[in-house]
């Protein structure tokens, strides 16, 4: 079924996840007019648009004038004018307070009163290639000045954030000004632009959506959306296994709304101090050189400040579970000449299972890298991770219950926490883990 929401999205729910769609397509013609009127170009001018990618919430073209190649991001409405402003607002931040590599916004339209009839940001293209396609290829040495390179960025974040901004409450960056046509000057926290907070019907729901002024305040709002969705699931259920999967999902969000004040203080005055987190630093959003050297960390839609505890965790491409022990490549099988592997990645004659094992090993390995490099460089993170573990957790079972994953062993944890013992969510979650 597809529920028709925000013009020209639409929401897939056939398949295992709910899924967006374009109710209609972005057309080259029109983007290529969009191109011309903000650039300046006359009729004369070649504007050559094409494909270049696409996310789950957008479509990317390649825009090559004879002033040089950029990029266009055409979005779904999925929060409309929010996203959009957020975005800008966080990367024109980023460019104005740090040196860190970014892409630079030339123009954008936070509206659909286009020639596209979608949002769009038209930006700077950046140099380089994801480190996704180059990391089987990269030297440990090369990997751990990558990680290096990728927690002085971090760092630098941090530090403007929390020193110089004094960001405070959780939410994403907008104008400090909201009546304000201008996206320049000192942005604040406001308005979260999160995907669990405007996939589907979540959208619609009548709950506080920020600044949320502490950390109890996002994941009490967090859970009462896990709540209404599931309550909505169970109400239209019409097979007797999905209307108990809801009600068991219902219990779990219910035990974490009372076990949430115990780990998060209700009451803060002042608001909680928060930094800027990216939380999909995975390595196909990071850009790196022929060198290895990191020219641009992308995509920061739906990036918002998150309080301290959240930015001790590591960034995406480092999170994995534990391997000491280097694979012997000897002691793997080749691979199979008819098993299609990625088109993008070279498997030099091995099966999956040896990359899969080695990432691991390389990761756990680099974790350290990462850990040491972030102590040096903004000693406060070493207190934030220390303190942050039992709310990291509670984040990790939080998640998991709104997927409805793993929920049996969630009480476990829960159950744990409640009688004063503090486990590990993993070390609760590895029997599951081991036989998925």
């Known amino acids: ?78 929060d409309p004018k929010h996203k959009t402003q957020g975005e800008v607002t966080t990367l024109r931040w980023i460019r104005r307070m740090t040196h860190v590599p970014v892409p630079k916004i030339i123009a954008f339209d936070d509206t659909q009163d286009n020639e596209i009839g979608f949002e769009w940001i038209l930006m700077e293209l950046m140099p380089g290639v994801s480190a996704y396609k180059r990391w089987r290829k990269l030297s440990m040495a090369e990997k751990t000045w990558l990680v290096e390179q990728v927690a002085e960025f971090q760092s630098r974040l941090f530090r403007h954030s929390h020193e110089d901004a004094k960001f405070q409450s959780i939410g994403t960056l907008f104008p400090s000004d909201p009546g304000s046509d201008s996206i320049y000057g000192d942005p604040k926290p406001g308005r979260i632009v999160s995907r669990m907070f405007f ?98 960390l992308i995509d920061w839609e739906c990036v918002s400040c998150e309080p301290l505890w959240v930015a001790a965790e590591m960034p995406k491409f480092l999170l994995g579970p534990a391997r000491e022990e280097e694979p012997n490549r000897e002691g793997y099988a080749d691979a199979s000449e008819d098993v299609i592997g990625s088109e993008e990645l070279d498997d030099e004659g091995k099966t999956e299972l040896y990359w899969i094992h080695l990432m691991e090993y390389e990761q ?20 934030e991770v220390t303190y942050g573990t039992l709310k990291l957790d509670f984040l ?41």
């Open 364 to 383: 756990t390995q680099l974790r350290k890298v990462y850990a040491a490099k972030m102590k040096e460089l903004w000693p406060q993170w070493e207190t």
């Open 396 to 436: 990790g079972a939080v998640g998991r219950c709104a997927a409805g994953w793993y929920l049996k062993r969630i009480e476990q944890w829960i159950d744990a926490v409640e009688d004063g013992a503090f486990p590990r969510l993993m070390d609760v979650l590895k029997p599951n883990l081991n036989n998925c």
């Open 199 to 296: 996939m589907g019907d979540h959208f619609n729901y009548d709950i506080a959506r920020g600044p949320f002024r502490s950390s109890h305040d996002w994941l009490s709002a967090y859970l009462s959306i896990i709540c209404q969705a599931q309550a909505d699931l169970s109400a239209k259920a019409e097979d007797e296994d999905d209307r108990e999967e809801a009600e068991n999902c219902l219990r779990v969000a219910a035990k974490l709304t009372k076990l949430l004040p115990k780990i998060f203080p209700p009451l803060l005055n002042p608001a909680e101090q928060t930094v800027l987190w990216h939380d999909d630093l995975s390595l196909q959003n990071i850009l790196v050189d022929d060198d290895g050297k990191v020219t641009a």
């Open 1 to 78: 079924m597809l529920h028709h929401q925000r013009d020209g999205l639409e929401w897939d729910d056939e398949g295992f996840d709910l899924t967006p769609r374009w109710a209609w397509q972005p057309q080259v013609d029109k983007i290529a007019q969009v191109c011309r009127r903000v650039l300046g170009l006359s009729a004369e001018d070649d504007c050559r648009v094409t494909f270049h990618a696409e996310g789950a919430f957008n479509k990317l073209y390649l825009i090559d004038t004879a002033h040089g190649k950029s990029l266009l991001r055409v979005s779904l409405p999925v």
